[in-house]
């Protein structure tokens, strides 16, 4: 049974900062693409960001991948050994505010099994 848990999320001010965590299980996380998307109140899912396995991660790979929206404040990072998915968020903004999930697999949609999400409040 494939179960990704994400932790991490909380209530930060406006230009703070929040790290979030997946733990994967049930499959073999270090073959997999993962990825993280969000979905806002009132909105579709979106998007965040794409890291590819190890081995799609080599020369000429531009892994990972950003949606624009958080292309320069969002980092995502991976340890296989420990088969969790981070997320490291800075300057974040009040339009972050959002259910943040993982989901496993690859491409440039929120498409995929995904966990029961955490909650992120920007707000001041």
């Known amino acids: 049974e494939i179960k990704l848990v994400e932790s991490g999320g909380a209530l930060v001010q406006p230009g703070g900062s929040l790290n979030l965590s997946c733990v994967a299980s049930?499959?073999?996380?270090?073959?997999?693409?993962m990825k993280w998307v969000r979905q806002a109140p009132g909105q579709d899912l979106e998007w965040l960001s794409t890291?590819?396995?190890?081995?799609?991660?080599?020369?000429?790979?531009?892994?990972?991948y950003y949606a624009d929206s958080v292309k320069g404040r969002f980092t995502v990072s991976r340890d296989n050994d420990k088969a969790t998915l981070y997320l490291h968020m800075s300057n974040l903004k009040t339009e972050d505010t959002a259910i943040y999930y993982c989901v496993k697999g690859g491409g440039f949609d929120a498409s995929g099994p995904r966990g029961q999400g955490t909650q992120v409040t920007v707000s001041s």
């Open positions: 890291i590819n396995s190890a081995q799609n991660s080599g020369i000429g790979s531009r892994s990972p």
């Open positions: 049930g499959f073999p996380f270090y073959y997999y693409a």
